[in-house]
T-cell receptor
Framework: DGGITQSPKYLFRKEGQNVTLSCEQN?????MYWYRQDPGQGLRLIYY???????QKGDIAEGYSVSREKKESFPLTVTSAQKNPTAFYLC????????????FGPGTRLTVL | GESVGLHLPTLSVQEGDNSIINCAYS??????FIWYKQESGKGPQFIID?????DKRQGQRVTVLLNKTVKHLSLQIAATQPGDSAVYFC???????????FGKGTMLLVSP
């Protein structure tokens, strides 16, 4: 069953903690993306990766970090430097970057306590 | 997820009606457009896409129209059903750019 999985579905973080969100895909896609979604706003790009061991900052990268050690996996760490981390986080993948359709995972809702 | 639609434009229709959701874009160089559907608490689902060399593309119960002159994109849903209730948003890209730009979305509410 091909697709993109994200875990956990819900995540709670205390202030000052780092947390890592998982994203895995078995679509053999080269490109992967992380977005943040807040109520009433469009998706905002955090980081993206076009190929293993390479990634670029998006529009709102401050307070976040990523790694791309395997083609299938693109974990996102929300660090304590992110001042307002409560949001819905979406991972996506596509065959390549640019004019290729992005397919999304089910999302992780992060809440800071 | 359940609060994604907060403060979004809303279109309310009756079951069986046709729905039209609009999207304006600003980049005249945009040449690839996608419509996504997002249900409460879930990730966006791909609905249909269109490239700039086309004016119209049809899928199952959905049609996308592209007017490059006025930089306008629309999604038409025929015989709207309660299961179509969701937030719909468009995305665009241009050759040479690595990422998509997403609109804020429109909430579609379908009454039985």
């Amino acid at each position: 069953d091909g697709g993109i999985t994200q875990s956990p579905k819900y995540l709670f973080r205390k202030e000052g903690q780092n947390v890592t969100l998982s994203c895995e895909q078995n679509l053999n896609h080269d490109a992967m993306y992380w977005y943040r979604q807040d109520p009433g706003q469009g998706l905002r790009l955090i980081y993206y990766s076009q190929i293993v061991n390479d990634f670029q900052k998006g529009d709102i990268a401050e307070g976040y970090s990523v790694s791309r050690e395997k083609k299938e996996s693109f974990p996102l760490t929300v660090t304590s430097a992110q001042k307002n981390p409560t949001a819905f986080y979406l991972c996506a993948s596509s065959t390549s970057t640019g004019t290729d359709t992005q397919y999304f995972g089910p999302g992780t809702r992060l809440t800071v306590l | 997820g359940e609060s994604v639609g907060l403060h979004l434009p809303t279109l309310s229709v009756q079951e069986g009606d046709n729905s039209i959701i609009n999207c304006a874009y600003s980049n005249s160089a945009s040449d690839y457009f996608i419509w996504y559907k997002q249900e409460s608490g879930k990730g966006p689902q791909f609905i249909i896409d269109i490239r700039s060399n086309m004016d119209k593309r049809q899928g199952q119960r959905v049609t996308v129209l592209l007017n490059k002159t006025v930089k306008h994109l629309s999604l038409q849903i025929a015989a709207t059903q309660p299961g179509d209730s969701a937030v719909y948003f468009c995305a665009e890209n241009s050759i040479g750019y690595s990422t998509l730009t997403f609109g804020k979305g429109t909430m579609l509410l379908v009454s039985p």
